[in-house]
Structures are given as structure tokens and as C-alpha cells.
């Protein structure tokens, strides 16, 4: 700084002599320690609006970006320690009024002693700025907590798609990643463009991956990219020749638009049929097209009666296969599978396959929302992958079977692909399911957005946006704290049967 004509060195000598030579003697240790409170209270409230604000962006090199990020961690920190030692010693308001008011003084240049007028104008200007400032200030930073206090489900429980998705890529590059983005052609509802940014950490050519990714079901990526943030904010230590691969959002489209589908309305975990034929709809998907896709904007239509009927007619779990399982034939109709492999599954089936030709053992994490008891997760598989699976990853792993569990078979599962992708690596392959509201209810809430989508003006202010995204991403914090704990404890045991 000195090189650059910054010299702190007048101020240092000014604070030093103030503090320890004129206030420390004169003043009790409590004041101390509410005065030592107070400063890095503001040092805090610094630290938080650098870090709320996201300025560290700008910082230009990774490294320096780094000593910021753990500078100001530091700092909250220390308003913590410090803070919780004065709170144990004394409680006093009186106390911290006079810690916060000498740490003003602190802020201040210009000595002040020179004569006893000089001394006194600048206690009362210090008086005058600090209770002001204090009066302003006391809400903001003794009673709204800072970042530290700031319950993790709100720093990675994304508002919307974009915000995810500069997290995720701040978050990369800050833990040493290497980010790769996908570029999609569909965009964001203000024009914006869309990708799928990859991360990817340990060996360039590993043997064996721990692949995660979130978003396949658009507006299910709440979920999913607040349990990668989590993770990138708290890396765990790979085995040698392994690497992990964190896709993030592979529908940013639905995402980005709240919809379940992408843009051309495909359900994408539908989509990846391999050599099979695009074609087909259970039969009982085409009685039921009229219930499901009304053509017509969101209405009050007895929906739930005739949801109650159609369960006692059919049962849940034939109702469930049928309505769900997937389907080739109605293209505006909700579980549209597609015509055709769509882009964001070709780009993405081409990307694993280029990049992951040395993989021998791969376990894959893809997670999803909206299936099973609300706040518990269960692991969905392919029926020919349940024997493996279940030893190694436990009860959660339920069979795919809509009589026996919340599971069910569907065709062109994204879990499919990865032996088509890599047909020379073992392949383990979850899809981790959060529940949210019952089935109807979720029924529900995917059939009045695709009215809005095609019968209504789809614009993303619509009620039904909204309790679509309450729906598969509930605002209650025991339910996304839930999400994170479990998200990390899978992640935990997908390393442990990486070797
Ligand atoms: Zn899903």
C-alpha cells in the first residue's frame, strides 16, 4: 500500500496513542471490551455488505479473492467471540452505548489535545455523530443479526434461477473449480442467456466420479443447487484419481420460466429413450387428457372432487403410472417425453461422454423434488439397479414400485443414459427425491401452470407460478434445512462407495 502512496502510517500512530496511551488508563476493562465489541461490530456490518452485496466479484485475482472472503469471515467472527464475552460479563445498555460510542472516536483522524476547548469540541462532535449514528445504527447491529447469525437455508435457497446461478459460478472459481458452462439455445423470461455450468474438482482424468447435478425438472432446482452450494462452500477431500462433477441446473429454462418442463415442454427425465421409439402414452393417460390438460387458463373446476374420484376409480398407484410414467403423444399435455432426444440431453449425454472416457466407477446423484412425505427424502432407482443399490446406500432406497413405495418405473430416465454415455464404467446411479405436498396437490399445481404457460399470458406473475414453486420448493425453513442435511448425508455416502 505504501508503494501505491497509501500510507496508514499517521492514523495507526494517532489510534495507538489514543487508545493505549490517553483512553486505556483513564477507562474500567468492561469499557474495553464493549469498545473492542463495538469495532468489530463495524467491522461486521462491513464485512456483511461486502459479502450481501456480492462485491468480492470484482475482485480480480482468485487468490485475493480469497483472503477477502476469509478476512471478512474472520471478521464476523471475531463480532461473535467478542461480543458473546461482553454479553458474559456484563449486560449493560449503558455499557455498549459507551463501547459503540468510544469506537466512534477510534474513527476519528485528528488528535484532539491540544488545548482543552479543541479536546472538548471533539467529544462533543463525537458525542453529536456517534448517538446519532447509534440511534440509527443500535437496530442494525445489536439486534438484527449479521451474516454469521444468518440461517444457512437462506444463503443457498436461491430466489430465482439467475441468482443460483452467480452463486454457483462465484462459488466455483472461489473454491479452486473448474467451471465449464454448456451453452443452451432457449432463454430467460427477460431475454437472458441459459447454460448448464459444470464444475468440476480433483483428477483431469479420473477413474472414478462423483457426478451431482439438479434442475433436470426446471423448477426442482431450488432444491438441488442450494444442497451444491452447500457443498461448495464446505468441499470434502476427493480419493486419488477421482474428481467431482457438479452440473448445475440442466433445465435452467424451467428453472429460469418456474416450469417443470423445458422449452419445447419436454419432461427431460422422460427423455432419454435410447434406441427406443419416440411414441406411445399409456392408455390410460388418453382417457384422463381432458382432466389433466384442460385448454384453458387456470380455473375453480372441482379439480379436487374429480382427483378424489379418479384415486377410489383407478387407485393411486395405477393412477400414478399411467399419469406419470411418461408420454409421447401429447405435446402441450404434462409428462410429454418429447419427439426427439431434446438439446439440453444431447449436449449434456455428448459432454459426459467426451470427457469421461477414463471413468471406471461412476455414482451419480441427480436430485429432485415433489415425491414422497414432506421433509424426507427417499432414493429412486432403476429396477435392475435395486439389488446393488440398496446394500449400499441403505432403506432409503425403495423400490421402484408405485404398490410397494413412492416409486415408479418411468421411461427415458436421465439414469439410463449414463451406461449408454460411459458403457466402459460401473454405473451407480441415484435419483434423490424430496417430499414436498401430497400428489394431488402437486397434480394440481403442474396442470393450472401449464394452462397459464399455453392458455394464459405465461408470464412468471401469475399465482400459479408461484404455488408451483412453493410446491416444489416450500418457503419452511424445516423443510429446507431438512433438504441440506440430507443432501449432505448422501454426498457423504456416495464418497465412501466412490472406491
Ligand atoms: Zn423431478
Known amino acids: 500500500m505504501r508503494a501505491d502512496g497509501l500510507s496508514l502510517d499517521s492514523f495507526r500512530k494517532f489510534v495507538e496513542w489514543w487508545s493505549y496511551h490517553l483512553l486505556e488508563p483513564l477507562t474500567p476493562p468492561k469499557l474495553h471490551l464493549a469498545t473492542a465489541a463495538a469495532i468489530e461490530h463495524h467491522n461486521a456490518v462491513i464485512a456483511s455488505f461486502f459479502l450481501d452485496q456480492e462485491l468480492l466479484k470484482g475482485v480480480r485475482t482468485g487468490e485475493l479473492r480469497r483472503l477477502f472472503l476469509w478476512h471478512f469471515a474472520e471478521e464476523i467472527e471475531h463480532k461473535e467471540t467478542v461480543f458473546k464475552l461482553l454479553q458474559s460479563i456484563s449486560r449493560s445498555w449503558t455499557l455498549r452505548a459507551l463501547g459503540l460510542l468510544f469506537s466512534f472516536s477510534e474513527l476519528r483522524r485528528k488528535p484532539m489535545t491540544k488545548t482543552i476547548e479543541k479536546f472538548a469540541a471533539g467529544m462533543v462532535f463525537t458525542l453529536v455523530s456517534a448517538s446519532s449514528i447509534w440511534l440509527i445504527m443500535h437496530r442494525y447491529i445489536y439486534q438484527k443479526p449479521v451474516e454469521v447469525h444468518m440461517k444457512l437455508p437462506e444463503k443457498v435457497f436461491s430466489p430465482d434461477y439467475f441468482t443460483a446461478r452467480q452463486r454457483f459460478r462465484e462459488i466455483v472459481t472461489t473454491a479452486g473449480g473448474r467451471l465449464e458452462t454448456i451453452p443452451l439455445e432457449a432463454n430467460g423470461p427477460s431475454g437472458e442467456g441459459l447454460g448448464i455450468d459444470i464444475a468440476w474438482f480433483g483428477a483431469a482424468n479420473p477413474r472414478s466420479v462423483l457426478l451431482h447435478s439438479s434442475g433436470l425438472h426446471g423448477v426442482e432446482g431450488f432444491a438441488g443447487s442450494a444442497i451444491q452450494l452447500q457443498l461448495l462452500n464446505d468441499l470434502p477431500t476427493l480419493p486419488k484419481d477421482a474428481a467431482l462433477i457438479v452440473a448445475h441446473v440442466l433445465n435452467p429454462y424451467g428453472m429460469a420460466w418456474l416450469r417443470r418442463f423445458n422449452e419445447n415442454n419436454v419432461d427431460l427425465n422422460r427423455n432419454f429413450l435410447g434406441d427406443e421409439p419416440y411414441a406411445g402414452a399409456p392408455d390410460t393417460y388418453a382417457n384422463l387428457d381432458s382432466f389433466l390438460n384442460p385448454q384453458s387458463p387456470p380455473t375453480m373446476d372441482l379439480y379436487t372432487l374429480r382427483a378424489g374420484w379418479l384415486v377410489l376409480r383407478h387407485g393411486m398407484p395405477a393412477l400414478k403410472v399411467a399419469v406419470v410414467g411418461g408420454q409421447y403423444e401429447y405435446p402441450k399435455g404434462l409428462f410429454f417425453g418429447g419427439k426427439r432426444l431434446e438439446e439440453v440431453s444431447e449436449k449434456y449425454q455428448a459432454f459426459l461422454a467426451q470427457r469421461l472416457t477414463s471413468v471406471e466407477r461412476l455414482v451419480a446423484i441427480d436430485v429432485h423434488t415433489g415425491i414422497g412425505n414432506y421433509r424426507e ?44 454415455a460411459m458403457p466402459k464404467a460401473k454405473v451407480f446411479a441415484l435419483t434423490q427425491e424430496f417430499g414436498t405436498y401430497s400428489a394431488t396437490k402437486v397434480l394440481h399445481a403442474l396442470r393450472e401452470e401449464n394452462r397459464w404457460h399455453y392458455y394464459g399470458a405465461g408470464t412468471l406473475d401469475h399465482p400459479a407460478k408461484r404455488i408451483l414453486k412453493e410446491t416444489f420448493c416450500p418457503q419452511d425453513e424445516t423443510w429446507r434445512e431438512s433438504v441440506l442435511k440430507r443432501g449432505r448425508e448422501l454426498l457423504n455416502q456416495a464418497l465412501l462407495n466412490l472406491q
Open 377 to 420: 427424502d427417499i432414493l429412486m432407482v432403476e429396477p435392475k439397479d435395486y439389488a446393488v443399490l440398496r446394500p449400499m446406500f441403505g432403506e432409503r432406497v425403495v423400490p421402484p414400485d408405485p404398490e410397494k413405495s413412492d416409486s415408479y418405473p418411468v421411461r427415458g430416465a436421465l439414469n439410463t443414459m449414463f451406461a449408454r
